[in-house]
Structure formats: structure tokens, C-alpha cells
């Protein structure tokens, strides 16, 4: 079964910074478009960010434009997900998923395999 592991989720006042992590020893993630989307309670799962490709081209959802950036280090076969300026609304599940389609997204049906999630919370 492939794996993609994330994490580095936690709880953090509004205003501080978290780094999300999102591994795999199954995939070469430079191989796949990888995506991170989140789910907060009651609502459906929205894309945040994806990288793609050997130049890291990257997208953002405008809800997120500034304040997060997304990273590949290829050598580590990882894919970051640098958070900054956290909210009380970016709290949610976050989850990493991969498509091998190598097309940027933020469609979940799109995506070929997931993550099982890391949790922020963001509150005072």
C-alpha cells in the first residue's frame, strides 16, 4: 500500500508559524504533482497548495496567498508545507496527496493517493 506520511501539526496561537512535512517511501515525489488540501470539521475538503514539476512550479489558494509556501527537497523526497500568520480559520485537517497525472489541481478526485492527515489547531 503506498504511503504518504505528513506531519508536524499542532496546536499554535493566531500569528505563529508551523512547517508541515509530507514524506512517502513508496513515491519519488518529484514524479507526481503533490498537493496538500484541508478539512475542517462540517465542511469539504478544499486544496491550499501543490508543487509540480523539476522547476517546483507552485499554486496557492487565494485564502492562503502569502502566507504559505510550499517546498520540495527532492533529496529528502519530501514536500513542506511552511505555514506563516496561522488564523483561528486555517485550523483543520491537513492532508498531502499525490497525482500522478504531474498536473496541478485542487481537485480531490484527481488525486491518486493520500496522506491520513496531520491536525492544526490554531486558537488562543
Known amino acids: 500500500q503506498v504511503q504518504l506520511v505528513e506531519s508536524g501539526g499542532g496546536l499554535v496561537q493566531p500569528g505563529a508559524s508551523l512547517r508541515l512535512s509530507c514524506a512517502s517511501p513508496d513515491l519519488n515525489l518529484e514524479t507526481y504533482a503533490i498537493g496538500w488540501f484541508r478539512q475542517a470539521p462540517g465542511q469539504e475538503r478544499e486544496g491550499v497548495s501543490c508543487i509540480v514539476g523539476s522547476d517546483g512550479s507552485a499554486t496557492y489558494a487565494d485564502s492562503v496567498k502569502g502566507r504559505f509556501t510550499i517546498s520540495r527537497d527532492n533529496a529528502k523526497n519530501t514536500v513542506y508545507l511552511q505555514m506563516n500568520s496561522l488564523k483561528p480559520e486555517d485550523t483543520a485537517v491537513y492532508y498531502c496527496?499525490?497525482?500522478?497525472?504531474?498536473?496541478?489541481?485542487?481537485?480531490?478526485?484527481?488525486?491518486?493517493?493520500w496522506g491520513k492527515g496531520t491536525l492544526v489547531t490554531v486558537s488562543s
Open positions: 496527496a499525490a497525482d500522478r497525472a504531474m498536473y496541478c489541481s485542487f481537485s480531490t478526485r484527481a488525486m491518486d493517493y
